[in-house]
């Protein structure tokens, strides 16, 4: 049991030695590069979670990740060292692109899917999923599906429920919620569902960049935002080239805002800011 004084750690504390080894973890399991700088910061969350599962120290925890072979401890400690922020159409721009000047191209198919490769708890396939449903209309129900994948299994679990309080719903007003949107009863008041038709039109799996990709595809367009910003050159490099090879002939990669892909070598056409594209034309007809 976890002794009541040490419970008072601040957790800023981090040997060089262990962040050494977290650092190394890090980069082996997830392609994260943790910089020199970030100890206080890998310093809490390790300790955060030691003391949420009941061991002594940040070290303790971290042995037991490192013995751990059922691979549960992985994925906790990959959750803590990641950051998951997202929100419902962040980033704007790719949404009118998409709607302006993609699902153009692809109306005449009978379906296809788009994938997003670090979707974290759902709020960007959700917005990807809206997109589709405004610009097909009823159709896209049938004709558009999204894949949505991440490495931690504790937001894909968050973005397959589709269940997000009020408060993330910011400025989308309440006819584009009682259209999308369940409104939560009892003790889920103050919660929303979105509603089946939309759910059903995205698939959830756990897919680690560094290890595999979806066995489907090529697809139109991928989502590739915000997780850039965690890999180092050659990984993002390695990312990328995978992620080229999963896309269609003229399909388009998305990357974050604040991300770019100068400074590796790629054989992606720059679009717009942060948006990229395959040489070729996609084509009208089904996948
Ligand atoms: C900051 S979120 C970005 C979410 C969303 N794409 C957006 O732009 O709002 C980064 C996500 O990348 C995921 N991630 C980190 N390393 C990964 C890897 N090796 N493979 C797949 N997903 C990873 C994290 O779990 C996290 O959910």
Do not use: C
């Amino acid at each position: 049991m976890l002794d009541s004084t040490k419970s008072q750690h601040p957790g800023t504390r981090l040997s060089p030695k262990l962040f050494e080894a977290v650092q190394g973890y890090a980069y082996r399991i997830a392609g994260i590069e943790l910089q020199d700088g970030k100890q206080e910061m890998v310093a809490g969350r390790l300790w955060k979670r030691a003391r949420a599962l009941g061991y002594e120290s940040a070290d303790a925890y971290f042995d037991a990740v490192q013995r751990d072979k059922s691979g549960e401890l992985e994925l906790d400690v990959i959750d803590a060292l990641t950051t998951n922020y997202t929100s419902f159409f962040r980033e704007p721009a790719h949404f009118d692109f998409l709607k302006g000047k993609i699902l153009p191209q692809l109306r005449s198919r009978q379906q296809f899917t788009i994938w997003t490769a670090a979707s974290s708890s759902g709020e960007e396939p959700y917005s990807i999923a809206v997109t589709l449903i405004e610009a097909l209309g009823e159709t896209a129900y049938r004709q558009a599906k999204v894949k949505a994948s991440d490495i931690s299994t504790k937001v894909l679990k968050r973005a397959e429920a589709g269940v997000y309080d009020e408060e993330r719903f910011g400025s989308l007003g309440a006819e584009w919620r009682s259209r999308y949107l369940l409104r939560g009863k009892g003790d889920q008041a103050g919660k929303f569902r979105f509603r089946p038709q939309v759910r059903g039109m995205i698939r959830f799996e756990r897919i680690n960049l560094m290890e595999s990709l979806p066995s489907d595809g090529p697809f139109p367009l991928i989502f590739l935002r915000n997780i850039m910003i965690y890999f180092d050159r050659p990984t993002q490099e390695r990312v990328v080239a995978a992620l080229t090879a999963k896309l269609e002939p003229g399909g388009y990669l998305y990357v974050g805002h604040s991300e770019s892909l100068n400074g590796i070598t790629h054989s992606l056409e720059h679009v717009q800011v942060a948006v990229y594209k395959k040489a070729g034309q996609l084509e009208g007809r089904a996948q």
